[in-house]
């Protein structure tokens, strides 16, 4: 007998009625109060921290978290079509939103302890505090083995001591899952996660980064000076936090992928308005055959580039391993949205590299998508793991 046959999740190429309503409701929510001022933030480099507390609101900071903590408790489809609606319109608030969820939040509902979830998610859920996640260092980037800070237990606190950078949301986090060596000798085994806090004694945030794109999402070092955790702060147990922050990082190139989507997509939107609006040689620039294939290009990749996101999340909530799937997403996606932008700024032709238009900004956001949770190339890494065995 066939097992898909009585799956109870079975693969619909479609939305349900639910993640529909969803999706529409982020789509005029994105178009009415984050479009308006996306370009201002960029240029302003300004955190979006209005935007943020609408979105508490409407239940977007807490996307997967379960209802009995505050959240929605929504699938991981309805988070990917969200954090791409919202990107769509502004890349940094959708990434400050993927990390919030994905990054933050997911880690503590998989792995902590019934009093940690009821300690720190409703928190998340309503945007009281804004979640991050800090594992890399400036020497331990994709090589997590590699990492430098320690925490050492000392009665009933574990003395932290080290630094973290490129930290999504590091100078706003409120609640950060931290990563350190417990047990020098024991390789990526003897790492451990924590869930901090901004206001522990030790911490403190370091050099805020001038960046190519993503300007109003803030990126920062964090700094850890004998910084004091409670032991019950622990995420899991001892010697696990390499499992936590592979885990985790699954999840989080879901979000990314959609992300990019969500960039790929609105350079595609520009570009048809663009095109039906430009003259060039007594007809709408749409007309030339050069432009056509350029957005024909652009919408199958995007297509494609979707499914594998909506793929990635439809196994993810059915329980499976998505290792593959999701560096997949996050591979095409990323790949595909450099891609799209690139196009839409050929299209645009000279306007398409000035501020005046949006594709320049597409253009600045979309690169780093093909490097952080995971560079291209550490995606295929995972990739041809997963396909050779």
């Known amino acids: 007998m066939n097992p898909e046959l009585n799956d109870p999740h079975p693969m619909k190429l479609e939305m349900n009625e639910q993640q529909l309503m969803i999706r529409n409701m982020v789509r005029e929510f994105a178009a009415k109060e984050i479009a308006p001022i996306a370009a201002e933030l960029d240029k302003k480099e300004e955190y979006p921290t209005k935007t943020l507390e609408k979105m508490a609101k409407l239940g977007l900071l807490g996307i997967i978290i379960p209802t009995q903590y505050g959240g929605a408790g929504l699938d991981t489809i309805s988070y990917a079509t969200v954090v791409e609606e919202i990107s769509r319109k502004c890349a940094s608030t959708g990434v400050i939103t993927s990390v919030h969820n994905s990054l933050a939040a997911w880690p ?9 979830k009821k300690k720190y998610l409703p928190i998340l859920a309503k945007g009281e505090k804004i979640g991050a996640f800090a594992a890399t260092e400036p020497n331990a980037g994709s090589d997590l083995g590699a990492m430098l800070t320690t925490a050492v237990l000392k009665g009933h606190h574990y003395i932290i001591n080290g630094s973290k950078t490129f930290i999504t949301s590091g100078p706003k986090a409120g609640i950060i899952i931290v990563f350190a060596v417990t047990d020098k000798n024991a390789g990526v085994k003897g790492l451990s996660a924590f869930i901090v806090e901004n206001t522990m004694k ?60 969500g960039i790929a997509q609105a350079a595609l939107d520009e570009s048809i308005e663009y095109s039906k609006q430009r003259q060039q040689f007594g007809q709408h620039i749409s007309k030339f055959q050069a432009i056509q294939w350029m957005i024909a290009d652009m919408a199958t990749h995007i297509e494609a580039a979707r499914f594998l996101v909506y793929n990635a999340a439809y196994k993810k909530d059915k329980g499976e391993r998505i290792s593959k799937e999701a560096a997949m997403a996050k591979l095409f996606a990323s790949e595909t949205a450099m891609d799209a932008v690139n196009k839409a700024v050929q299209i645009h032709g000279g306007y398409g590299y000035t501020k005046e238009y949006t594709v320049e900004r597409l253009f600045r956001d979309a ?10 190339e550490v995606q295929r890494m995972v990739i041809a793991a997963n396909v050779l065995g």
């Open 108 to 116: 503590i509902i998989k792995y902590g302890t019934d009093e940690q």
């Open 202 to 261: 030790g911490y403190s945030v370091g050099s805020i980064f001038e960046k190519l794109g993503i300007h109003a999402s803030l990126t920062s070092e964090l700094i850890f000076e004998n910084m004091e955790v409670p032991k019950e702060n622990l995420l899991g147990k001892e010697g696990e936090g390499f499992k936590i922050a592979l885990s985790t990082l699954d999840g989080g190139r879901i979000g990314i992928a959609s992300q990019a989507v």
């Open 367 to 376: 690169k780093i998508t093909e490097i952080y949770e995971g560079t291209s």
